[in-house]
């Protein structure tokens, strides 16, 4: 265990080098979810709650598409490119995916009707056809993608990510914030090319099927040396390796989305509270999982990361000392939800109220949304070992507690009920991943260590929100959750200065601590 301490230049160039890549990784994620939640803030100025439910319905799909369609081929091209030759794996993996999204594409354009009657969107069944628009170019260029995060170019990654979440959020802006009024002042204006009233919050998905275009059109040089060929023997292994992942992702989209599908399902609502009540959970919950942000921009270094030093001798003290740093980070972003949740709520009920009735959830969403991260961080031991159907089991369970929960509680508490199912769910899947992991790949995790980060965040969430129900004015409850924001800043930073004195950008200014 002390080797790798005897070796704090390997060490500390292993982690700059992850923490870089990360940031890279990260500004796509963090400019998707920051536009994002300016454009969500937008919504609750120009629609009610009850008006966004539909397009709140297709956007908790797209994950569980996202993941029957690319079944796991990401993972399965960062382990097989180990002891594999890379041209004809990802030939073959682009061969599978170029039929198998036809095929399912096609399936879904034919199973239209059902599947409108499924998410009650007969209002705009043309959400349908969009939203299969979307997942066949996404998908088509998720193994693209991956190569460039495998060749660790992370630069070309970013700029062509946000290059699409561009051109996304301009057309969103242009034909909903513009195009109005312009529609108001001059009906026949050149300008107007393209928009009709009808289509409204539509233009969320149109502007999401042109960026997707361009993200795949962008990716096409990846594709020079692509030929036409196909390893059956090679395709039959990694479907082994991967059919377990598809498991853990559908069940991983069970446990994050299955709420807000099921919602309308379960609740004894009438049909417009019902839908009121879905667009104030998914406002609230979008506020909740912003630590997701540097959850997913780290998977995207780390997934990569973790199989190139699986090799190292050092690599379960490489894991836990990136696990350390890991909840740190979490634990700060958590602490940014959960200590300001009254100026967040001040903000999203501006204009209209019901928006802020729902934010007692965040911090219950947020701590989950913590639970996952440090789970997604234990589960490396399945992947390396090629144990995947133990990591599928651990989701199968974790998702069976979210379907009994939500269908228990939903209709007793509301959204409520759901957002204490999600928290549930994930301690619980981040507890027995951690045993079964320490079972057969033992990593030496400092659990008192994150264990005690995880309790002061707690503790200071809650402190501050029985303190400020005393409290009458917002900028002196600002001042006191920033006075608790800053402290424990100080401490993490100054408790980890070893750490945290090696990375980029931050590390000199830590060291001075």
């Not at 097989?80 to 594409?105: D, E, G, M, R």
């Not at 190569?147 to 070309?156: I, Y």
């Not at 740093?325 to 949740?341: D, E, H, K, N, P």
Request: proline fraction near 4%.
């Amino acid at each position: 265990m002390f080797v790798l301490f005897l070796q704090p230049k390997l060490f500390s160039l292993s982690i700059k080098k992850l923490a870089g890549q990360t940031m890279w990784y990260g500004l796509p994620s963090i400019a998707t979810r920051f536009i994002g939640y300016i454009l969500n803030f937008s919504l609750i100025f120009l629609y009610k709650a009850v008006n966004t439910a539909d397009l709140t319905q297709i956007y908790a799909i797209f994950p569980f598409l996202n993941i029957l369609f690319t079944y796991g081929v990401e993972t399965s091209f960062f382990r097989f490119i180990q002891n594999h030759p890379k041209q004809k794996l990802f030939n073959t993996l682009n061969v599978s995916i170029f039929i198998s999204t036809i095929l399912l594409s096609s399936m879904m354009l034919l199973f239209k009707q059902p599947l409108i009657e499924f998410t009650a969107m007969q209002d705009h069944p043309e959400f349908i056809t969009w939203m299969a628009m979307i997942v066949f170019f996404d998908t088509l260029s998720a193994l693209p993608f991956a190569k460039l995060r495998q060749e660790e170019r992370p630069r070309k990654y970013a700029f062509i990510k946000l290059l699409g979440i561009i051109i996304n959020v301009f057309i969103v802006i242009w034909f909903i914030g513009v195009c109005p009024n312009i529609a108001t002042k001059n009906p026949a204006s050149i300008l107007l090319l393209g928009y009709h009233e009808s289509i409204g919050i539509g233009y969320y998905l149109i502007g999401n099927i042109i960026g997707s275009i361009l993200t795949f059109a962008l990716l096409l040089p990846e594709y020079k040396a692509f030929k036409f060929e196909f390893d059956s023997k090679l395709w039959k292994e990694v479907m082994k390796y991967s059919y377990p992942l598809i498991i853990v992702g559908l069940g991983g989209m069970i446990n994050d989305m299955l709420s807000r599908l099921v919602f309308q399902h379960v609740t004894d609502l009438p049909v417009a509270e019902a839908k009121k009540q879905l667009g104030i959970f998914a406002a609230n919950y979008r506020l909740a999982v912003l630590i997701t942000i540097f959850i997913q921009m780290f998977r995207m270094a780390a997934e990569p990361f973790f199989f190139n030093q699986s090799q190292n001798k050092n690599a379960p003290e490489t894991y836990a000392r990136v696990m350390n740093m890991f909840v740190v980070a979490c634990s700060i972003m958590f602490l940014f939800v959960g200590l300001y949740l009254d100026v967040f709520k001040s903000i999203m009920s501006l204009k209209y109220k019901e928006y802020g009735e729902g934010i007692e959830i965040v911090p219950i969403l947020a701590m989950g949304s913590v639970f996952l991260g440090i789970y997604y961080n234990l589960s490396i031991w399945y992947k390396l070992t090629n144990k995947n159907w133990y990591g599928a089991g651990i989701t199968i369970i974790g998702a069976i507690v979210t379907v009994v929960l939500n269908i228990l509680w939903i209709p007793k508490y509301g959204y409520v009920g759901s957002a204490w199912a999600t928290f549930i769910c994930y301690l619980f899947m981040m507890v027995i991943s951690y045993f079964m992991g320490q079972k057969y790949f033992p990593v030496p995790y400092n659990i008192k260590k994150i264990s005690w980060y995880i309790f002061i965040i707690g503790g200071l969430t809650i402190g501050s929100m029985f303190l400020n129900k005393e409290i009458d004015s917002l900028w002196l409850k600002i001042g006191l959750s920033s006075l608790f924001f800053f402290s424990y800043i100080f401490y993490v930073l100054k408790n980890e200065k070893n750490e945290f004195g090696s990375l980029p950008m931050i590390g000199k200014f830590v060291q001075k601590l």
